[in-house]
């Protein structure tokens, strides 16, 4: 079992950054695919990033590309999502997400389905 906890949400004005971190403890993160995913205020939770568990590959997607980055530290047992030039629609509560069968897969996974380990969130809110 493997319990996430994100911290680094905020409020910020659009155009600004921050940088959301997720915490793995229970186990080691290291064979488990990774993803982070966001919930608007009535709107259905959607993908926003994912990173192969040898970090060789990402994929993001196309509203944050170019503007969010996802790495890991297994040593740390961290991910992190790097949100620069942020606008008032990224606005949602941020989850972390761990897919334990990421190191038999070829890919990541964009579906939150494919998720095994969640984390409860951490809010951002971007003011226009």
């Known amino acids: 079992q493997v319990q996430l906890v994100e911290s680094g949400g905020g409020l910020v004005q659009a155009g600004a950054s921050l940088r959301l971190s997720c915490v793995a403890s229970g186990r080691t993160i290291e064979p488990y695919n990774m993803g982070w995913f966001r919930q608007a205020p009535g709107k259905e939770r959607e993908f926003v990033a994912a990173i192969r568990w040898t970090g060789s590959t990402t994929i993001y997607s196309d509203s944050v590309k170019g503007r969010f980055t996802i790495s890991r530290d297994n040593a740390k047992a961290t991910v992190y999502l790097e949100m620069n030039s942020l606008k008032p629609e990224d606005t949602a509560v941020y989850y972390c997400?761990?897919?334990?069968?990421?190191?038999?897969?070829?890919?990541?996974?964009?579906?939150?389905?494919?998720?095994?380990?969640w984390g409860q969130g951490t809010q951002v809110i971007v003011s226009s």
């Open positions: 997400a761990a897919d334990k069968n990421g190191f038999v897969r070829y890919t990541v996974q964009v579906d939150s389905s494919d998720y095994d380990y």
